[in-house]
């Protein structure tokens, strides 16, 4: 009996392989199970953060982009109410389909003691617009907001307003917070919305053959950019104050910018492991979508370049034949590590109508995915829910070979779109999805990657 299971092992892993016995893993090796999803909770709209607060409680904290945020509890039960429902501060969401709400959540690193947690969300605009005769269409508001020690309810009348940003379309809201391991707080802001930067609220920028768009701009908005603010020490007048080393505080260039050229950094994260590095996932407008790896004062190319490739807003579905490599200030146009093309793009070959940036995976619960930077597609296409997951290993300069995660349960793709990625205290990833693409109806799901 020993030989033989030997001898079954050796078939299993040389030149042969059996139809029984050889247990494959997800990348067709052996002995490893393979990966899945495990349905937590449901019944949300359209859930885009799930946080942990460092308190021991292993309490999960969900927030819906309708503008409520849920507790679960470690036994995975939902609160009856709330734990904060900004539904009221919210411009108008639009059910079908829509960029704008409750779009980022952050607790602070101090949270167990201090009670303070963070906020971004699309509030009503502002009187004046981008031109005269165009209103603003939303007011982005990073707010802070205090929970008195063990509250199921927050007090709405905590909130503290950080930031007030004038956003001139509905799209292309940006909208992730999160502390570094520096402890300031990391903001990401798109650059404006609608396509191929052509609309009312895009300024005039060093690169003319596209004819202006925010990202290339660091002097006139915060608009395409990833902030850095310091919220424990105030200062210039801002409930905020501003790093001492953020790149533009000695020079020409607005001092809450860390990093610019970015069209939708809709989701990024912190490594919690290696060397601390941010990954944001930047959703392109027809081509090629991206993943960054985002470091002090980059310029990560847009609207000059779309990934790795030459953009035109002209006729965005054609390459330009060449583009500068670098900006006006000679800063090099810093390339993604990981491209992947839109099933838009007339070259065929595309997989994702637009990137959901993820996770470098630090839990325990799927060794096989150690190190790997999980992350996702919103759908295959926008005639279906067909989102589907990826993985890439990290590695240094140029793209990254990435494959698809092939999932027990969801061997193609898992059916829903895919709204964003979490993590738990114990650097666990989970995935929230919806069957609506827009915020309505009871859809939403939250799944935690296991095996």
């Given at each position: 009996?020993?030989?033989?299971?030997?001898?079954?092992?050796?078939?299993?892993?040389g030149?042969?392989?059996?139809?029984?016995?050889c247990?494959?893993?997800?990348h067709?090796g052996t002995g490893?199970k393979q990966p899945d999803l495990?349905l937590?909770?449901?019944?949300?709209v359209?859930?885009?953060?799930v946080?942990?607060?460092a308190?021991?409680s292993?309490r999960?904290f969900?927030?819906?982009?309708i503008g409520k945020i849920?507790?679960?509890d470690k036994?995975?039960n939902q609160?009856?109410?709330?734990f904060?429902?900004?539904?009221?501060?919210?411009?108008?969401l639009?059910?079908g389909y829509?960029?704008?709400?409750?779009?980022?959540f952050?607790?602070h690193?101090?949270?167990?003691?201090?009670g303070r947690?963070?906020?971004?969300?699309?509030?009503?605009?502002r009187a004046g617009g981008p031109?005269?005769?165009?209103?603003?269409?939303?007011?982005?508001?990073v707010s802070?907001?205090?929970?008195?020690?063990?509250?199921?309810?927050?007090d709405?009348s905590?909130?503290?307003?950080l930031?007030?940003?004038d956003h001139?379309q509905?799209n292309?809201n940006g909208?992730?917070?999160?502390?570094g391991?520096?402890?300031?707080?990391?903001i990401?802001?798109?650059?404006?919305?609608?396509?191929?930067?052509v609309?009312?609220?895009?300024?005039?920028?060093?690169?003319?053959?596209?004819?202006?768009?925010n990202g290339q701009?660091v002097?006139?908005?915060?608009l395409?950019?990833?902030?850095?603010?310091d919220?424990?020490?105030?200062?210039?007048?801002h409930d905020?104050g501003?790093?001492?080393?953020?790149?533009f505080?000695?020079g020409?260039?607005?001092d809450?910018?860390?990093?610019?050229?970015?069209r939708?950094?809709?989701?990024?994260s912190?490594?919690?492991?290696?060397?601390?590095?941010?990954?944001?996932?930047d959703?392109?407008?027809?081509?090629?979508?991206?993943?960054?790896v985002?470091?002090?004062?980059?310029?990560y190319?847009?609207?000059?370049?779309e990934?790795?490739?030459?953009?035109?807003?002209?006729?965005?579905?054609k390459?330009?034949?060449?583009?500068?490599?670098?900006?006006?200030a000679?800063n090099?146009?810093?390339?993604?590590v990981?491209?992947?093309?839109?099933t838009?793009?007339?070259?065929?070959g595309?997989i994702?109508?637009?990137v959901?940036?993820?996770?470098v995976?630090r839990?325990?619960a799927v060794?096989?995915?150690a190190g790997?930077?999980?992350?996702?597609?919103l759908s295959g296409d926008?005639?279906?829910p067909?989102?589907?997951l990826?993985?890439?290993t990290?590695q240094?300069p140029?793209?990254?070979?990435?494959?698809?995660?092939?999932l027990?349960?969801?061997p193609?793709?898992?059916?829903?779109?895919i709204?964003?990625f979490?993590?738990?205290?114990g650097g666990e990833?989970y995935v929230?999805?919806s069957s609506n693409l827009?915020?309505?109806?009871?859809?939403?799901?939250?799944y935690?990657?296991t095996?």
């Open positions: 009996m020993q030989l033989q299971k030997h001898l079954l092992a050796y078939l299993c892993l030149f042969f392989v059996l139809s029984v016995g247990k494959k893993d997800d067709g490893a495990k937590v909770a449901e019944n949300f359209s859930p885009l953060v946080a942990a607060p308190d021991g292993n999960l969900v927030a819906d982009q849920w507790i679960l036994d995975g609160s009856a109410t709330p904060l429902d900004i539904s009221s501060k919210l411009v108008t639009n059910a829509d960029e704008r709400g409750l779009m980022g952050a607790f690193p101090n949270f167990t003691s201090n947690f963070f906020v971004f969300y699309s509030a009503p605009p031109q005269p005769g165009t209103p603003w269409n939303n007011t982005i508001h802070e907001f205090k929970a008195a020690a063990g509250a199921a309810q927050v709405l905590t909130e503290k307003v930031l007030e940003i001139p509905s292309h909208g992730t917070l999160a502390f391991p520096d402890g300031y707080l990391y990401s802001i798109g650059d404006g919305g609608n396509k191929d930067d609309a009312p609220g895009h300024v005039d920028d060093w690169y003319k053959v596209n004819g202006g768009g701009d002097q006139q908005n915060l395409g950019n990833i902030l850095r603010v919220i424990d020490q105030p200062g210039g007048g905020y501003i790093p001492a080393d953020n790149p505080v000695s020409p260039g607005l809450e910018i860390y990093a610019y050229g970015f939708n950094p809709f989701r990024f912190f490594d919690r492991g290696g060397d601390h590095r941010l990954f944001a996932g959703a392109g407008q027809s081509l090629y979508e991206e993943v960054d985002v470091t002090k004062g980059g310029n190319g847009w609207n000059v370049k990934g790795t490739h030459c953009f035109s807003t002209a006729d965005d579905l390459e330009p034949g060449s583009c500068p490599s670098v900006d006006s000679g090099p146009l810093i390339d993604p990981i491209e992947l093309v839109n838009a793009n007339p070259k065929g595309g994702t109508i637009a959901i940036g993820g996770y995976y839990g325990t060794g096989s995915l790997k930077y999980i992350f996702g597609s926008g005639s279906a067909a989102g589907k990826y993985q890439a990290p240094g140029g793209l990254w070979p990435f494959t698809a995660l092939s027990k349960t969801f193609d793709n898992i059916g829903q779109w709204k964003g979490g993590e738990d205290a990833v929230m999805t827009g915020p309505s109806g009871a859809t939403g799901k939250l935690k990657l095996q």
